[in-house]
C-alpha cells in the first residue's frame, strides 16, 4: 500500500510518500510544495492544487492522510491552512481516494509512542522507522512522513481487527 502524508500549510504544505512492505515502511518521495509570501491567495491556493494533482498523478498512493485541523489562536492562519488543504482534499476526491484525518496528538503516539512527543523525538523516529541519514527539511516534511506512518499504522491495525472475529 502506497500512503502520501500531508502536513497543510499554504506557505509550505510537507508531503511523503511512503510504501508499506508488509512490516516495512519505504520512502518513496518526500519534500514540500512551497508558495511565496505576498501573492494572491487564490493563486497560491492553485499552485498548490496543481501541485497536488501532479503528485498524486505521479506516485499513485492508495490512500491519503491528512493531519487534522489544531485551531489555535491565530485564526487568519487557521483559516489559510484550512483552504490550502482544502484544495488538496478536492485532488484527491476527483481521483476518489480515501483520506485518513488524524490529530497531532494521534500521529505522535504513532510514532513516537507518546502522544506528548516534541517536535525533535517525532522527527527522529521518522528518521529511524525511514531508515533516512538525517531527519527530513523542512519540519513540514518531517511532519507530513509522520501523518503516513500513522495513516500505515492505523490501517494495518485495522486490517488484523477486522481479520479477527470478537464475540
Do not use: W
Not at 78 to 102: N, T
Amino acid at each position: 500500500m502506497r500512503v502520501l502524508g500531508i502536513d497543510p500549510g499554504i506557505a509550505i504544505m510537507g508531503f511523503g510518500f511512503i510504501d508499506q512492505l508488509g512490516h516495512r515502511l519505504v520512502p518513496v518521495q518526500f519534500g514540500s510544495i512551497e508558495t511565496e509570501a505576498g501573492t494572491r491567495t487564490e493563486e497560491r491556493l492553485r499552485q498548490i492544487y496543481e501541485a497536488s494533482c501532479t503528485l498524486l498523478d505521479r506516485y499513485q498512493p492508495d490512500a491519503i492522510a491528512v493531519e487534522k485541523l489544531f485551531f489555535n489562536k491565530n485564526v487568519t492562519n487557521a483559516f489559510s491552512v484550512g483552504q490550502a488543504r482544502g484544495v488538496l482534499l478536492l485532488a484527491a476526491a476527483q481521483r476518489g481516494l480515501p483520506v485518513g484525518e488524524y490529530t497531532p496528538m494521534q500521529v505522535k503516539q504513532a510514532v513516537a509512542g507518546y502522544g506528548g512527543a516534541d517536535k525533535k523525538q517525532v522527527q527522529d523516529m521518522v528518521r529511524r522507522m525511514l531508515r533516512l541519514q538525517a531527519a527530513p527539511k523542512p519540519d513540514d516534511v518531517a511532519d507530513a512522513l509522520a501523518v503516513a506512518i500513522c495513516h500505515a499504522h492505523s490501517s494495518a491495525l485495522n486490517e488484523r481487527l477486522n481479520g479477527v472475529k470478537l464475540t
